[in-house]
């Protein structure tokens, strides 16, 4: 099981992705989902990194996607009303 820890400040926009204990460098997007299609609920990952060389004008995009049955922790208020809506919206499938 890996852990993933994602922290976004709302006032200076600064991201930080931790997988493991180990900061996630050059992160260009990160999806975080609920879905299920047989009842019960899941969690999904996506995290996309994105580099880009001036030198060889070579781009590099890596994706890592965690789609077993992960868990979605909070740790605001305004986190578990968006858990919450996303595990409501599942239950009226």
Known sequence: MAKI???????????????????????????????SDDGTDKG???IETYEFSDDTK?????????????VI???SDLQKELSNAVKQSLSLK
């Not at 931790?18 to 050059?26: A, I």
Request: hydrophobic share 35%; glycine share 4%; no cysteine.
């Open 73 to 75: 922790e909070t740790k």
């Open 5 to 35: 820890n994602v922290s976004f400040d709302t006032i200076s926009k600064e991201l930080d992705v931790v997988l493991d204990g180990q900061k996630v460098e050059n992160v260009s997007d990160i999806s975080i989902y609920g879905y």
């Open 58 to 70: 070579i781009s590099k995009r890596i994706r890592i996607s965690a789609d077993e049955q992960v």
């Open 44 to 46: 999904y990952v996506d």
